[in-house]
């Protein structure tokens, strides 16, 4: 252990590479700009009323306020249904969010009864089959009564068909069953219900966080009995193949990869299809009495659009601000275990190394594989050392809340 004590000006560091300028035409990727069609439900019957309805056009509007609209960017369609289903929006008939926004505002109340299944099916044969991009596609219903029609079956193709459903109901007269039937499971993340419209202003925050996690975080990472949204770094660093030397964690079932100076963890960022999920993150500098024990630690940092909070084996240690940032470009390269200005491993022991996208994880997140302690995602560090976050020129995404 005497010959790691050298690296005490180590950084220990999770480094997102510009390799290419945006003029060679790069995209920058983030909750704004990540490549979804977004088609939007909404219920026009005569239950609604035209107030509501204005109400429900507003928080449409506020929803997408925030996109980046375009071929190569989000694409927004809207339908209103009622007796039949009426293409308000189709997608990729606009190409700003000023547009867009305009197209919104023109949109006319119906009236009429509440055939929601005709509606998911209209949305499944006249926006999302005409789509030729390969992307995330999304659809919410908004609905604020019982369908007339079957929902069930015509839910249950369109998620056969890559489509994730959102259900958002309104009112006494919701039915929990329908909204379950319409919806991807589980429902505690893809149904939502408020006692009226002037309600819905306080889910649309949620409604924005989980429209980002859905179009930026395709993958799912088992935790406990339930898989959370997110991303193994060390898989996709191909650590498995790299490292040739694992530890046992004393006193667990656990082992850990023993990183050395020999070992590369760099991986092209869009090979390992985390790209939208970083943010830029000042240096935390931590004291050597708080981690340089040679014994496990875990480290967390959760970070929002206004701050980042770092954890310590579950003790808050500090917070500090976020000034706001753009999408990185995907075209950079991702690090792990790098000197700052080097292209030098730092020597160290690593458990799990992990981000989460949804914020409320890290309220669920403990150290409880750490020996006598918790752990979820632990590290051993073998000198005094920074965290930090970078992308070439202070470019990265913004939206989504993580922990790691």
Not at 177 to 193: C, G, H, M, Q, W
Not at 239 to 251: D, H, L, M
Not at 273 to 291: A, D, E, H, R, W
Not at 332 to 358: H, P
Request: aromatic share 10%.
């Amino acid at each position: 252990m005497a010959k790691n004590i050298k690296f005490l000006s180590a950084v220990l560091m999770l480094l997102l590479h510009d390799c290419v300028s945006a003029e060679d035409g790069d995209i920058r990727s983030s909750c704004r700009t990540a490549p979804t069609d977004l088609v939007f439900i909404l219920d026009g019957s005569y239950s609604v009323g035209p107030e509501n309805f204005e109400i429900v056009k507003r928080w449409l509007v506020n929803i997408t306020s925030n996109f980046d609209i375009g071929p190569k960017f989000i694409q927004v369609g809207v339908v209103q249904y009622s007796d039949y289903p009426v293409l308000e929006i189709p997608l990729g008939s606009h190409d700003s969010n000023e547009n867009l926004v305009r197209g919104m505002e023109y949109i006319q109340y119906l009236g009429g009864n509440t055939q929601t299944g005709k509606a998911i099916q209209f949305a499944l044969d006249h926006l999302f089959a005409k789509s030729s991009r390969f992307l995330t596609k999304i659809a919410v219903v908004l609905t604020d009564g019982k369908s007339q029609d079957d929902v069930k079956d015509v839910a249950a193709e369109a998620r056969k068909n890559k489509i994730t459903l959102f259900a958002i109901g309104v009112g006494s007269e919701i039915e929990e069953d329908e909204l379950r039937a319409i919806a991807n499971k589980p429902p505690s993340t893809y149904v939502f219900y408020v006692e009226d419209y002037i309600a819905i202003s306080r889910i649309r925050e949620v409604i924005k966080q989980k429209l980002c996690e859905e179009s930026v975080c395709p993958t799912r990472i088992p935790v406990a009995s339930r898989d959370e949204k997110g991303f193994d770094i060390l898989l996709g660093l191909g650590v498995k193949k790299k490292v040739k030397k694992r530890i046992q964690i004393p006193s667990t079932n656990a082992k850990a990869y023993e990183i050395t100076s020999r070992i590369d963890l760099s991986e092209l960022t869009s090979a390992i299809n985390i790209t939208y999920m970083c943010k830029c993150l000042q240096y935390f500098f931590i004291s050597p009495q708080m981690l340089f024990d040679e014994g496990w630690h875990q480290i967390r940092l959760l970070v929002t659009e206004a701050d980042v909070t770092l954890y310590i084996d579950d003790q808050e240690t500090e917070v500090k601000p976020l000034h706001p940032v753009l999408g990185i470009y995907i075209s950079g390269v991702t690090q792990i275990g790098k000197y700052s200005g080097k292209d030098e491993t730092v020597q160290f022991d690593v458990q799990k190394l992990r981000i989460y996208c949804d914020p409320e994880q890290n309220s669920r997140e403990t150290a409880c594989e750490l020996p006598g302690f918790v752990s979820m995602n632990s590290m051993r560090i073998l000198g005094y050392f920074k965290i930090k976050f970078s992308s070439g020129e202070a470019t990265c995404p913004i939206k989504p809340f993580f922990s790691f």
